[in-house]
């Protein structure tokens, strides 16, 4: 009997050590490039080059829309690369707006490895690019770093799609046979940061989320005194979430107009 014990104990060490050491890659799923050039996904975009606060040099896109009230920045997710938020950028365009796509570090052929201080460093660095009023458009993960750089630099609104209560909190919904919070070097306090930040804003949820819990957009959206819309029977990565109207009229929504 103690052996038994002795070997299940030693099977779960195991896991928690290899979860440990290899986290951020259950965190983090960058698609890599090259990427076509920004006038090739959408015609007068421009390609801008992020430098970040510990010189890494960071491919971007900026879509400029003559006499735009704003610039929407576009804080990516977890997964993927700028190609994939295109269909956004051409919704946000149309509804007069400029818009920068930019991907974190070890994202779309960036070089780096992504951390939480790491995108920190790269939103800074995004913002540092834009002139004028800014928006912030921050979709799951990417909505944790959008509030993360608003409690320093206050966005004129923002908008928050699928965010989370925490990391520690999504994941030990996915993962609930884990010591997460013990273990993630990650941390990502959304509903801590945002009680912070005092500006127009939407929360955006799919009502059947099957990624991050629409309860905890919720708790989200009630800690940021926000709108909430919820879209019935949409799942997080459903093409509604990524560009649909109710995302673009949020945006609309909490930009400054004259």
């Known amino acids: 009997m103690r052996r038994a014990v002795l070997i299940a104990v030693a ?37 801008v080059r992020l430098v970040t606060a510990d010189s890494l040099l960071l491919d971007s896109w900026h879509f400029e829309t003559r006499d735009a009230p704003a610039t929407v920045v576009v804080f990516p997710g977890n997964g993927g690369n700028r190609l994939g938020r295109v269909p956004l950028a051409r919704e946000l365009v149309d509804a007069g707006l400029s818009v920068l796509l930019f991907d974190y570090r070890g994202y779309g052929g960036n070089p780096g490895k992504p951390s939480e201080e790491g995108l920190a460093m790269d939103a800074r660095a995004a913002l540092d690019l834009v002139d004028g009023p800014v928006v912030y458009f921050g979709e799951s993960l990417g909505a944790a770093v959008a509030v993360e750089l608003a409690t320093h630099r206050a966005p004129a609104g923002m908008v928050l799609r699928s965010p989370f209560v925490s990391l520690a909190e999504v994941g030990s919904h996915h993962y609930p046979f884990l010591p997460v919070k013990m273990l993630l070097q990650d941390k990502y306090p959304v509903a801590e940061r945002v009680s912070s930040v005092d500006v127009p804003t939407v929360v955006v949820l799919g009502a059947a989320d099957s990624v991050v819990p629409p309860a905890q957009s919720r708790a989200v959206a009630a800690a940021a005194r926000a709108r909430l819309v919820e879209v019935t029977g949409a799942d997080h990565n459903d093409e509604v979430l990524l560009s649909g109207r109710e995302v673009v009229d949020a945006v609309v929504s909490v930009t400054p107009r004259g």
């Open 11 to 47: 099977v779960v060490v195991t896991i928690v050590a290899v979860v440990f050491a290899f986290q951020r890659k259950l965190v983090y799923f960058p698609s890599p490039g090259p990427l076509p050039s920004a006038q090739e996904v959408l015609p007068g975009g421009r390609d």
